[in-house]
């Protein structure tokens, strides 16, 4: 098993910064992939990036290309989601979640594990 937990959610007006972490722990030698997602009311869950956690090879959804940044810290078993820019549709449920397989994904129903999820909202 594997538990993750995030933080740095809140309330930011458009034009914002802010800093999404997810802690790992458990059995975190098992995951090759951690990635963000969201899901924003009346839609469904979205790949928003992703890291492989050898190599540090990293993917973004093209809402998000050039504004969001994803890094991981294998020390502190920690991966981070820096958001700046931020306009009112990245207002979303934001999700860390881990996955086990060896072949790269953005799909959602093949991550492993998730967290609780923590709330971002964007106002215009």
């Known amino acids: 098993q594997v538990q993750l937990v995030e933080s740095g959610g809140g309330l930011v007006q458009a034009g914002d910064s802010l800093r999404l972490s997810c802690a790992a722990s458990g059995r975190t030698f098992s995951r090759n992939t951690m990635g963000w997602f969201r899901q924003a009311p009346g839609k469904e869950r979205e790949f928003v990036a992703g890291v492989m956690w050898s190599g540090g090879v990293t993917d973004y959804a093209d809402s998000v290309k050039g504004r969001f940044t994803i890094s991981r810290d294998s020390a502190k078993n920690t991966v981070s989601l820096q958001m700046n820019s931020l306009k009112s549709e990245d207002t979303a449920v934001y999700y860390c979640?881990?996955?086990?397989?060896?072949?790269?994904?953005?799909?959602?129903?093949?991550?492993?594990?998730w967290g609780q999820g923590t709330q971002v909202t964007v106002s215009s």
């Open positions: 979640a881990a996955d086990t397989a060896v072949a790269y994904s953005r799909e959602s129903n093949k991550y492993d594990y």
